[in-house]
């Protein structure tokens, strides 16, 4: 299995302009996470799915920031307009219910300037 | 509201020697606790989880860590550490629906 898949693995972008980040998860895996990583506030999560169903996106931090997970293999999470305090790591990391057990992508280092 | 602390931001260690991380939780039930450790560039790794039973609990790597209800801690450790070993280390708690609350982490240095 290749693990959970994230690309692109760096983006730079200018402030305001639309970004995507993008997801495979783990054949078979039931949940997929969203998670951003920063020094100053460490892992947050964002939004997570159940079987495609977005589940909790309260941590979501504005309207700018929205997800989709269109099938069981792909998911995006989407910034638009971008800010330089979206400048993070976003992770995607997906589960079984039954293992309860995260599987992590690389990551998208994602800097706004 | 459940919560994970980490008390220490960094450890040394010299290489061979043992290695315990120190994690406190906060939750009201009986808790699922995991160890992930996170190395430079890439994305974190399950170390070993607690859900029930046992309360030693052995993981990759030659990691085990020890749930003590009593003392609401959920210790990594190692008894002989390597250069390799040398990352990040998070404890983590299930908050209920499936998500999972991270601690700040703990950077451990190996010296040779």
């Known amino acids: 299995d290749a693990g959970v898949i994230q690309s692109p693995r760096h983006e730079v972008t200018e402030m305001g302009q639309e970004v995507t980040l993008r997801c495979k998860p783990i054949s078979g895996h039931d949940y997929l996470f969203w998670y951003r990583q920063t020094m100053m506030r460490g892992l947050e999560l964002l939004i997570y799915f159940n079987n495609n169903v977005p589940i909790d996106d309260s941590g979501m931090p504005e309207d700018r920031f929205s997800a989709k997970m269109p099938n069981a293999s792909f998911s995006t999470l989407k910034i638009q307009p971008s800010e330089p305090r979206d400048s993070a790591v976003y992770f995607c990391a997906s589960s079984l219910v039954s293992t309860y057990g995260y599987t992590f992508g690389s990551g998208t280092r994602l800097t706004v300037v | 509201a459940q919560s994970v602390t980490q008390p220490d931001i960094h450890i040394t260690v010299s290489e061979g020697a043992s290695l315990e991380l120190r994690c406190n939780y906060s939750?009201?039930?009986?808790?699922?606790l995991f160890w992930y450790v996170q190395s430079p560039g890439q994305g974190l790794q399950l170390l070993l989880k607690y859900f029930s039973g046992d309360t030693l609990v052995q993981g990759i790597k030659g990691f085990e860590a020890e749930f003590k209800r009593s003392q609401s801690s959920f210790n990594l450790r190692k008894p002989s550490v390597h250069w390799s070993d040398a990352a990040e280390y998070f404890c983590a708690v299930g908050a209920g629906g499936f998500k999972t609350i991270f601690g700040a982490g703990t950077r451990l240095f190996v010296k040779a």
């Open positions: 939750y009201g039930a009986t808790p699922y």
